[in-house]
C-alpha cells in the first residue's frame, strides 16, 4: 500500500515521495485547534486520530488516506469524536468494499485536562509512567466500516502523563531468536527503557529497541506515537 500511496502522490505533486512507507498506517494530529461548536467558540483542543487499514495495495493505500482526511475534517468541524467515527464508520462501509478501518479518535481539551475517546477496534494505547506502562481500559467498539448502523460513543479519560499509541506492526514484531517470542510480550519492558529520555526521542528509541529485537526492522507497518499531558506534555 505504501508503494501504491507514493506512486498516486507522485502522479499528483511531480515528486518522489520517498519517506512513505507505512501507507496503511495513520496519524492525524492537530495541536491546539480553535473549534468552534454550536456556534460558541470553546477555546483550545488537541485532535487526534491514529489508525490502521486492512488489506494491501492500491485499494487500501486510498481507503486509508480517504478515512484519515474523513477524521480530520470531522474533528476540526465538531471536535466530537463520536459524531466523527459515526460518520467516517457510515462512510468507511458505503466505500470500502469490504476493508474496514481499526481508529484510537481523541479529542483533549487543555481546560478540563481530560480526553474524549472513540476505540474503534484498535486498543494498543498505553499510559506511561516513570515506574509503570498501564494499558489503556475502554470498552471500545469494531472498527470503521464493518457494519454501517454501528454507534460509537465517546469515553472520557483523565489525562495527566504520556499515552502511547502503537500499531500492531509493533507489537506483533517477531524475535530474531526461533521462539523468542512477539514484541509485545515484554511490551511493558520496552517502554519502561524509555523513561529517562525526552518525549521527542522515544519513538526513535523504541524503533531501535524494535530492530534491536527482531534482527530487522518489522515488515509490516509500523507506527508509534507519544503524547505528553500535564506535567508530562514537552
Excluded at 470498552?139 to 454507534?151: F, K, M
Excluded at 514484531?173 to 514484541?183: D, P, Y
Aim: charged share 15%.
Amino acid at each position: 500500500a505504501a508503494k501504491d500511496l507514493a506512486i498516486i502522490l507522485e502522479h499528483f505533486i511531480g515528486a518522489k515521495q520517498k519517506h512513505i512507507t507505512n501507507a496503511t498506517c495513520f496519524v492525524s494530529r492537530i495541536f491546539h485547534a480553535k473549534a468552534r461548536l454550536r456556534r460558541n467558540e470553546r477555546g483550545h483542543f488537541m485532535l487526534s486520530s491514529f489508525g490502521d487499514v486492512s488489506g494491501a495495495g492500491f485499494g487500501a493505500a486510498m481507503l486509508m488516506a480517504s478515512v484519515q482526511a474523513y477524521l480530520h475534517a470531522e474533528l476540526l468541524e465538531t471536535g466530537d469524536p463520536a459524531l466523527a467515527a459515526n460518520r467516517a464508520n457510515r462512510y468507511a462501509a458505503r466505500v470500502g468494499g469490504g476493508r474496514f478501518v481499526t481508529a484510537w479518535i481523541a479529542v483533549f481539551d487543555a481546560r478540563s485536562q481530560q480526553l474524549q475517546v472513540v476505540d474503534a477496534g484498535h486498543g494498543m494505547a498505553w499510559w506511561l509512567s516513570a515506574t509503570q506502562a498501564i494499558a489503556v481500559e475502554l470498552r471500545g467498539g469494531i472498527p470503521l466500516g464493518v457494519d454501517a448502523e454501528t454507534s460509537y460513543q465517546a469515553e472520557t479519560l483523565s489525562a495527566n502523563g504520556q499515552l502511547v499509541l502503537l500499531s500492531d506492526g509493533v507489537t506483533e514484531h517477531r524475535a530474531a531468536q526461533e521462539n523468542g517470542g512477539c514484541f509485545a510480550d515484554a511490551l511493558s519492558a520496552h517502554l519502561l527503557a524509555l523513561t529517562a529520555l525526552q518525549l521527542s526521542q522515544k519513538p526513535n528509541q523504541l524503533f531501535e529497541a524494535l530492530r534491536s529485537f527482531g534482527g530487522r526492522l518489522p515488515d509490516d507497518d509500523a507506527t508509534a506515537l507519544f503524547l505528553g499531558f500535564g506535567s508530562a506534555a514537552p
